[in-house]
Nanobody, 113 residues
């Protein structure tokens, strides 16, 4: 059984910042793709950011220039730094490692006007 646990969500005013963390219960290899998704009320879950150590990170157009995905190998942790947050960013955010077939439980991010 593989567990991914997100943390760092919360309530923030528009223009503020949050840093999300995702801790894995097993070692994540450097070649493993790591992803962040989000799902807003009434909307389909969407890919926000993807990181492969062999490639440059990829971001949804809506978050380019504001969000940064990164990883910490010794602690099997990945991060999503979110700056210049907007009310439209309000959603539950999930981490995902496709090669492990693992999803986190989600962490709520709420951005007020």
């Amino acid at each position: 059984q593989v567990l991914l646990v997100e943390s760092g969500g919360g309530l923030v005013q528009a223009g503020g910042s949050l840093r999300l963390s995702c801790a894995a219960s097993v070692t994540v290899l450097s070649a493993d793709t790591m992803e962040w998704y989000r799902q807003a009320p009434g909307k389909q879950r969407e890919l926000v950011a993807r990181l492969n150590v062999l490639d440059s990170p990829n971001y949804a157009d809506s978050v380019k220039g504001r969000f940064t995905i990164s990883r910490d190998y010794p602690e099997n942790t990945m991060y999503l730094q979110m700056n210049s947050l907007r009310p439209e960013d309000t959603a539950v955010y999930y981490c995902h490692v496709p090669t492990l077939g693992a999803w986190g439980q989600g962490t709520q991010v709420t951005v007020s006007s």
